[in-house]
């Protein structure tokens, strides 16, 4: 984690020395250990603290391809990093870095920034931990996308090596401008402009990332307003979409363990206030008008999570929130347990440190529902200006932009909270540790193939049961 009183050159010692122990080419290896516990164990393991009911929709959304698949399988890849050699420089990981888990977002200052955006398995642990889950994650998608080879190699190389000198500059900076340092909108805009006059490639790119960026601006609580609730009976409820929205009235009599939520959750907002950033908070001119769970992701399908509709001046001024179950991190079992005892408070703790700018509703809370059972839930906004990249869609350029993007984006929240002096200096300025990183991307992707056909003949012999979303 962040220094302590070792001089600047004592750290760059560190980092350099790091490389006997751990060489930068060993990050390139991967090979399955002979006592490997198979895809379909770890899943049905996690599957035992989930809403049964909610399991299959887990398991069909991951079953559409081996990129879905890999978003539902940190834990699989957790266990898969334990026994690699570890450099030993810790940061504050994500723990759930694949490129879906990027994008953009509204700052309370109204500024549009590009961050990490989900924080459910974070943890402090080695910077290479989260390096590798997200070159990998590029080598999959541009599998999926046909990309050639040399594409793909290129592609996660550029993760990599943006990864690294962020992180060279993040060292190099003055304390302040490396803790602020952020991505925003304009930023991104100006690196397209750059990109395409040097690549001398058409305006698609552009097209397409301003596209990302406008889209952002209209995804607010207005936007879900119109979209999730609908006037009832005098009322404002939200609408019934089973499985994937249900509201709470419709799962009193259901046999779920949600007979009580609703007075859970009402017990949650109002002492949840105490874990916001300000003294002085907008949540106290909210009203709770209605809830409802709500299917969300695909690692974290299954889990607990809300949709609650507040309202504030009248039923034009509404406010959404998430209350998400927060479960044990799937590092903990290889990295030891939080110091936090509510993992809703890790996960929180964890995005604050991370992020370059956070959600002022941002906080958590643990509370006992009527079946006894106690549950971490952290709570943020449901949606403020949030976009993110169209995977199934994205060109090799605009494939190329967006891994720098990441690589960059995860050097800086690394930077925040771990020693950036150390983990650059055992990056160095060469691009060997770029180059082990694009083939250990390659050969665990292979990894993720046979495990995506073993996990596909479980649900075909029906050892494991899949319902797709329609």
């Known amino acids: 984690m962040p220094a302590g009183h070792e001089t600047r050159d004592e750290r760059v010692e560190t980092g350099r020395a790091t490389r006997a122990a751990v060489p930068r080419s060993a990050h390139a290896e991967w090979t399955a250990s002979t006592d490997r516990i198979g895809p379909v164990a770890i899943l049905e393991a996690q599957a035992a603290s989930r809403v049964p009911e909610l399991v299959p929709v887990r398991h069909g959304r991951m079953a559409v391809s081996p990129f879905a698949f890999y978003r539902g399988a940190a834990a699989i890849m957790a266990a898969d990093l334990a026994p690699l050699p570890r450099t030993g420089l810790i940061v504050q990981l994500c723990g759930d870095a694949h490129l879906s888990n990027f994008g953009v977002f509204g700052t309370p200052e109204r500024q549009l920034v590009f961050d990490v955006n989900d924080f459910d398995e974070t943890l402090p642990g080695p910077f290479e931990w989260d390096v590798k889950r997200l070159v990998a994650s590029f080598e999959i998608a541009g599998r999926a996308r046909g990309f050639r080879g040399s ?3 290129a592609i996660t190389h550029a993760v990599a090596r943006r990864y690294r000198e962020q992180m060279r500059r993040s060292a190099a900076a003055r304390v302040l401008d490396a803790w602020y340092d952020h991505l925003d909108a304009d930023r991104i805009r100006e690196l397209v402009r750059v990109e395409r006059a040097e690549a001398r490639a058409g305006s698609q790119q552009l097209r397409s990332t301003e596209a990302i960026i406008e889209k952002a601006h209209t995804r607010d609580d207005i936007r879900s307003l119109a979209k999730l609730a ?14 994937l929205i249900v509201p709470v009235e419709d799962l009193v009599d259901a046999d779920s363990g949600f007979a009580d939520d609703e007075r859970t959750m009402r017990a949650l907002l109002a002492s949840y206030r105490a874990t916001l950033p300000r ?5 106290t001119e909210f009203e709770y008008v209605h809830l409802a769970r709500k299917v969300v992701g695909v690692g974290s399908v299954g889990t607990r999570a809300w949709i609650i509709l507040l309202r504030g001046r009248d039923d034009h001024d509404p406010l959404f929130l998430q209350a ?26 964890g995005q604050r440190a991370m992020q370059a700018a956070g959600d002022i509703f941002l906080g958590w809370q643990r509370v006992a529902a009527d079946d006894g059972v106690e549950r971490d839930f952290m709570v943020r906004r449901l949606a ?34 771990g020693d950036r002096v150390e983990i650059a200096s055992y990056l160095g300025r060469s691009d060997r540790f ?12 292979d990894q993720n193939d046979r495990d995506y056909a073993t996990f596909i003949r479980a649900i075909d012999r029906g050892g494991i049961r899949a319902i797709r979303d329609a």
Do not use: N
Not at 390 to 410: I, K, S
């Open 324 to 349: 998400k179950e927060a479960q044990a991190s799937v590092l903990e079992a290889h990295l030891g347990a939080s110091e936090y005892q509510s993992h809703a408070e890790r996960v929180v703790r």
């Open 151 to 153: 594409d793909r190699r």
């Open 434 to 445: 770029d180059r082990a990183m694009s083939r250990f991307a390659t050969r665990y992707a």
């Open 279 to 283: 003294e002085r908070h907008p949540i």
């Open 230 to 243: 609908r006037v009832v009976d005098g009322r404002l409820r939200i609408v019934a979409d089973p499985p």
């Open 384 to 417: 403020d200006w949030k976009g993110s990249i169209d995977t199934e869609h994205a060109t090799v350029q605009g494939a190329l932009l967006y891994a720098r993007l990441c690589g960059e984006t995860l050097a800086r929240a690394h930077a925040r909270t």
